[in-house]
Structures are given as C-alpha cells and as structure tokens.
C-alpha cells in the first residue's frame, strides 16, 4: 500500500527542523536562484493593474479630445479658467516625489534603512502637498461656480483630474503603510519588494499627470 | 369537437401577412430619410467635430497598443536580464571546474 511521503518525514521531523536550501536562513544554492522566475509575481499584478488602469485614462482622454476639439470656444463663455501657475508649482511638487521615491529605492537597495526612511516621508510629504493644493484649487473653483454639471467643460475636468487624485491618494496611502513599515526597520537589501512595487505605482501616478496636465490646463 | 378548422387558420395567417406587409409599406413610404450610420457621416466638411472624432478614434485605438507594448517590453527585458545573469552565473561555475 502505497504511503504518503511527506507524511512520513514530518512524523519523523518536526516541520522546523527540515533543512530547505535558500529558506529560513539558509543560504540560497545557485540551484535555487535558477528556479525564480525570471520577473517577480507582485511586479508582475503590479504592471497588469497599472496597463487596466491606463486603459480607463485612455477612454477619459478620448471622450476630453471629442468635447475639447469640437468646441471653438475653450473655457466656454462665462466659466471660470483653471489656475495654471499653481498647477505648474503643483506639477513640480509631484515630478519631485518621483525623484526622491526613486533615491529611496536605491538606498533601501544598498541597505542603507535611515536614508530610506527619509526618502520615503519626504516623498510622502511632496504627495500629500500635491493633493492638498488639488484640494484647495477645486474648493476655488467650486466657489467660482465651476461645478460637475457646467457643461463638458466642468465635467471633463473634475472626471479626469478627480481621477487622478483618486489614484493619487491611493497612492499616498500605500506609501504611509510602506513608509510606517520602514519606520520599523522591515525592509533591507533583500527583502525591499513592499518600497520598489510601491515606487512603480508611485511612477505612474506622477508619469501621468503632465499629460493630463498638458491636456487639460494647456491645451 | 375539438378538431381545428385549418382553412379558418390559413384565412386568418394570410390576413396578418397582409396586414404586416402594408404596416411595412407605409413606414417606408413615411420615413424617406436617410440614416447616418457614424457620428460623422452627417458632418460637413472641416467641421470641427470630424476633427475631433477622428483624433479621439485614432488615439483610442492605438494607445491599448501603446500600454500592451510597453508591458511586453518590459517583461521582456527583465527576462534577457535574467538570462544574462544565469549565463553568467553558469560560465563561473565552468570557469572554477575548468580550475
């Protein structure tokens, strides 16, 4: 009769005890490394979530583009314009986290964990100012009368620039809980995937507000 | 009793055929106008709707392209690095049996 293997060794092992190359301290074989796939499942879920969520940017641009290029007057007669010089401060605010989100990625990858920290809450700090003076600008905006049902004008913008903040303060909450684990010490050379996924969501976020900015406050 | 008069059911068959074809006749003879089958069929020319339609289809259609290829690209890459790196990793083990 045949018998379970696995059964039968941990009647004869307790599960701690049983010796895995590259798992629980030991180090990893150049076997193991050769079993990894070759791009990680969580960068992976990460890119497929990023291209859905570029494809619901992409149906928004398209519908801005009917409305924008048909009407010969844009801002229609009567609406408010939209700040410009504040939104190019703004622009900056976020262009910036992108770049101190990726001086936190290198230094956690060369285990440098105080220096990461910092990276990581001042790229917070820049995220939360960005949706702040979003913030500000739509209660202006709002008191100037500038409202979702003013036409596609005021629909247009609050859909598409709304969206983004949505994803921008998904993004900021991400990277409180990444940045709240790292205040812990969790992250080091080796274990830094919880900073890079975060990073490559926070990539996108910034990657596509110029062109929603160009599109909407410019053109 | 019980039993169907069928030349009843074919008289009054005919009857709805009749009746239906005229109803046809007489939405075709009301409605002689001409269907557009897109948004920009009714459009004159260099209207700014066409524009607009048209710059919205074409970049719709290519940016699933756009998103899909960047992806691909991607993975891509980071399969030749990892190839790369096993390639590596497979000519230092060579190098030390070879010593």
């Known amino acids: ?219 | 009793m019980g039993r169907i008069d069928m030349k009843f059911v074919g008289l009054k068959l005919g009857l709805k055929l009749e009746s239906m074809a005229a109803l046809v006749g007489v939405i075709l003879i009301a409605v002689p106008r001409v269907a557009h089958a897109c948004a920009m069929c009714g459009l004159p020319p260099g209207d700014h709707a066409t524009f607009a339609f048209r710059t919205s289809v074409l970049f719709m259609l290519l940016s699933p392209y756009a998103i899909f290829g960047v992806v691909a690209g991607i993975v891509y890459a980071s399969w030749r690095a990892a190839m790369k790196k096993r390639r590596a990793a497979g000519d230092a083990v060579r190098v030390q049996h070879a010593r």
């Open chain 1, 1 to 219: 009769m045949p018998s379970n293997s696995s059964a039968a060794v941990s009647r004869i092992r307790p599960p701690g005890s049983v010796k895995r190359p590259g798992f629980a301290g030991y180090p990893a074989t150049r076997d193991d490394e050769r079993e990894q796939p070759f791009i990680s499942s969580g960068r992976l879920a990460i890119l497929i979530v990023i291209a859905s969520e570029l494809m619901l940017f992409s149906g928004l641009i398209g519908s801005f583009l009917v409305y924008r290029l048909s009407s010969a007057f844009w801002p229609p007669p009567g609406l408010p314009r939209l700040p410009i010089q504040v939104t190019w401060v703004n622009t900056f605010v976020l262009l910036s986290s992108a770049i101190t989100m990726t001086l936190a990625v290198r230094a956690i990858r060369r285990n440098r964990r105080r220096l990461a920290r910092n990276w990581l809450g001042t790229t917070l700090v820049l995220g939360v100012t960005f949706l702040g003076v979003q913030g500000t600008e739509w209660v202006r905006l709002l008191s100037h009368g500038l409202r979702l049902s003013s036409g596609a004008y005021g629909g247009t913008f609050y859909i598409l620039i709304g969206c983004h903040g949505l994803h921008a303060a998904a993004g900021v909450t991400w990277l409180a809980c990444v940045s709240a684990i790292a205040m812990r010490g969790r992250y080091s050379a080796k274990n830094c995937a919880g900073v890079e996924l975060c990073a490559i969501y926070w990539y996108f976020v910034c990657a596509i507000w110029p062109l929603l900015f160009g599109l909407v406050y410019l053109m």
